[in-house]
């Protein structure tokens, strides 16, 4: 049992207070945009409109943009910089670099949720209802566009600032094998690097200059993917650190440790190379994009899902070793030896259970032309509130639960919330996303305020259950989902308040693999060689069609400006 | 570096499982023949196609794009083509009067947009593309029995999005012959 003497935060103090203000962002972006959640999901269904229906596009972008965007990027912030110090066994510089990047997401953030609001508020002389996805060519105030690229900078330099920390280990550490949490924060960061040069090029040399009026008109096919040449990988930006906790914390807090260090890097590396070169996957049903290049991507997404079957594999054995360790016995019994009462364990294995149902919804979007049927449909939200919204948002309230402790020195406070929480967002994940699911196989769209068409026959036909009862289990799973950010938040606004205690009862020692590194093949390591390769990969998927579509001219067939 | 024999075993069938689907993909395309909206479409000018709605230009000056009608155009056989613009927040044909094809014909649809993106679903079937403006969405549909299907804007096109509709009707060849249009 830790004492205060020794907590994270007392070890490593620069890192430890970095990570807690980049939780405080987090979490507040939590807050806002889980409100909003909750207000769409009863508006689309409903039961009760607060608002006139085109302000649920205003309240749509800041879900996206807060939850999707902010609340990820800086919990992940944090977490790294956590996992980075507890493995490299050092603190962060701290210096001026360490907070300038903090600073400039936090200022971006506030600078795009500012633009976003202002479309509420006719004192704020600023809209951006362009949705997280941009939209190119409806066009947003160019704050909300430097905002974004000031979030993306800043965690550009919070990179730099985890790999230089890394080198100087590396100075005093010759010949050895990088610590595996270190490992996997400088390949999801090097996969980064890589998929936000989309994003960057298309706000810096597009968006933007467009946005202020230095460009009459842009092509929005180009701007489109080159977003999605970024919005695909930044679903594995949210996904590996989720990752980083099930591959380390959890085996741990199972009971036991992790089944394979060398197969947790060999699908660290298959993320970094596979996650980009995957993009047009999002863009199926768009023109202008030759069949080839889709089965191309097509092709390097089902082999994406390799690594994340090896991650299945990977975390149950770890989990059932842990289980056998606390006495667990039988094929299936030993789940019952399980720490069930224990938040931290419960929210990590009930985010990947979901995940498991996540993931098989997004073979089918995956499927080419399957895709025909989802795409734009209410199964994509169902889909990716089960990814990003459960496998990675309620991993990461789970890490909390353990690791804010440590980031305090208190003793998690309201403990029975703490307990209850990851079952009740189980439970309203479950009711919302299975009936999402439904709702898209019958064909009722997704970014919408009133899917209440006058459709022949008076509404979308019937498949599995009724449209009243989709809508109502939606409905349901969002109020229940609300509650469970409230008891989350509750949980950590407690905590933090409290005063320090003399015992914390969880600490940051994570027990060695059960087949460790060092009998692995070194080249493993080699990030710079996994990085080229993935480089390559991306030249192939890209290059000609990118060309293609630049060599038509840059700025066209262009599109004027059209404000929402 | 040692592997556990069972996670050999997994990783065999985790492999075995994606060449399953690739496969099911390729046979989707090759057996049944679904193809993917693609380039062939071709594009347009997006200020154009915007002139000639509004009666300023004549939708002959419009490149690869032709005067959207309600009624499908035949080609030949039971080929027929049919052109629709996509606007905030209309089908047109479509939002105003139903674009009407025959039963039993196979129809090219050309679609454009002049303003912002759309989404042109036809709800309860697989027809369901993004709308661009200077690209052209071309795919071939089979329309074999008679009936109505909705069409909704499945893609966020601004404040009104939601109340983006259409209707294709889809009506015995002898009544579509007989009908102007």
Redesign the interface.
């Given at each position: 049992m830790a004492t205060n003497e020794t907590t994270f935060a007392d070890q490593f103090p620069k890192s430890a207070r970095l990570t807690r203000l980049s939780f405080g962002v987090a979490f507040t972006a939590l807050a806002i945009g889980g409100l909003f959640g909750l207000i769409q999901a009863l508006h689309r269904t409903d039961i009760y409109r607060v608002l006139p229906?085109?302000d649920?596009?205003t309240l749509?972008t800041g879900h996206g943009v807060l939850l999707a965007l902010v609340f990820t990027t800086f919990f992940i912030a944090g977490l790294f910089s956590w996992g980075i110090s507890n493995s490299l066994d050092r603190d962060l510089p701290g210096d001026w670099i360490s907070w300038s990047w903090w600073i400039m997401m936090t200022v971006g953030t506030v600078m795009a949720a500012l633009a976003i609001i202002g479309a509420l508020i006719p004192q704020i002389p600023m809209q951006a209802?362009v949705?997280f996805t941009f939209?190119v060519?409806?066009k947003g105030h160019p704050v909300f566009y430097i905002g974004v690229v000031l979030l993306l900078v800043g965690s550009w330099v919070a990179g730099y600032d985890w790999f230089r920390t890394f080198w100087s280990w590396r100075k005093d550490n010759r010949g050895e094998r990088i610590p595996l949490q270190t490992f996997m924060v400088l390949i999801t960061m090097l996969m980064w690097y890589l998929s936000t040069m989309g994003v960057a090029a298309e706000v810096l040399i597009f968006v933007l200059p467009w946005s202020l009026g230095l460009v009459s008109q842009i092509?929005?096919?180009i701007t489109?993917t080159l977003f999605w040449f970024f919005g695909h990988p930044v679903v594995y930006f949210w996904l590996l650190p989720a990752y980083l906790a099930w591959y380390t914390v959890l085996p741990k807090l199972s009971g036991g440790r992790l089944?394979?260090d060398?197969?947790a890097r060999v699908v660290f590396v298959l993320f970094l190379l596979l996650s980009t070169p995957v993009g047009y996957h999002h863009?199926?049903?768009?023109?202008?994009?030759?069949?080839g290049f889709?089965f191309v991507a097509?092709?390097n997404t089902?082999?994406l899902?390799?690594p994340s079957?090896?991650t299945a594999?990977?975390v149950v054995?770890s989990i059932e070793h842990g289980a056998r360790q606390r006495g667990g016995k039988g094929y299936l019994s030993w789940l019952r030896s399980l720490p069930w009462d224990e938040p931290a364990f419960t929210g990590m294995a009930l985010a990947g259970l979901l995940f498991a149902a996540g993931g098989f919804s997004g073979?089918v979007n995956?499927?080419?032309?399957?895709n025909?049927?989802v795409?734009?449909?209410l199964w994509v939200p169902g889909h990716f509130h089960l990814t990003v919204g459960t496998a990675a948002a309620l991993t990461f309230m789970a890490v909390s639960y353990w690791l804010v402790p440590q980031l305090t020195g208190k003793k998690l406070r309201l403990r029975a919330f703490a307990l209850i929480q990851p079952y009740v967002w189980f439970l309203g994940m479950t009711l919302m996303s299975n009936a999402m699911h439904r709702g898209g196989l019958?064909?009722l769209?997704?970014?919408?305020?009133?899917?209440?068409?006058?459709?022949?026959g008076g509404s979308?036909?019937e498949g599995i259950g009724s449209l009243n009862e989709i809508q109502l289990q939606i409905a349901v799973g969002g109020i229940l989902l609300f509650t469970g950010i409230v008891l989350f938040l509750a949980v950590m606004v407690a905590t933090w308040m409290g005063r320090e205690t003399p015992t914390i009862d969880v600490d940051s020692t994570i027990p060695p693999a059960l087949?460790g590194a060092e009998?692995?093949?070194r080249i493993l390591d080699n990030y710079r060689l996994w990085f080229a390769i993935a480089v390559v990969l991306v030249v192939i998927a890209y290059g000609v069609p990118l060309w293609?579509m630049v060599a038509?001219g840059v700025f066209?067939?262009?599109?004027?400006p059209?404000t929402? | 570096m040692e592997v556990h024999r069972f996670e050999k075993i997994w990783t065999a069938a985790a492999l075995l499982l994606i060449v399953g689907f690739i496969s099911t993909i390729v046979y989707g395309a090759v057996g049944p023949g679904v193809t993917m909206v693609e380039d062939d479409g071709g594009t347009t000018d997006q200020a154009d196609v915007s002139a000639a709605l509004a009666d300023e230009l004549d939708w002959s000056q419009v490149e690869n794009f032709e005067a959207p009608t309600p009624k499908a155009q035949h080609v030949s056989g039971d080929k027929y083509e049919a052109y629709v613009v996509t606007k905030q927040f209309a089908f047109q044909p479509g939002t105003g009067q139903p674009l009407r094809v025959p039963a039993g014909s196979t129809v090219t649809l050309y679609v454009t947009s002049p303003d912002v993106l759309h989404g042109f679903e036809m709800v309860g079937t697989n027809v369901n593309l993004i709308i661009m403006p200077g690209q052209i969405s071309e795919i071939t549909v089979e329309f074999d029995e008679p009936g109505t299907y909705s069409m909704v804007c499945s893609e966020y096109c601004g404040a009104a999005h939601h109340v983006m509709e259409g209707r294709v009707e889809v009506v015995p060849q002898s009544q579509f012959d007989s009908t102007e249009g």
């Open positions: 229906s085109p649920y596009y749509l209802d949705l939209y060519p409806l092509d929005p096919l489109r089944f394979s060398p197969l863009q199926y049903i768009d023109p202008g994009i030759s069949e889709k097509m092709t089902m082999f899902l390799l079957f090896l594999f990977t054995a073979m995956a499927g080419m032309n399957l025909y049927l795409h734009n449909t019958i064909g769209p997704r970014r919408t305020a009133e899917p209440e068409w006058n459709l022949p979308f036909s087949s009998n692995s093949p293609d038509d066209s067939p262009g599109s004027n059209v929402p | -």
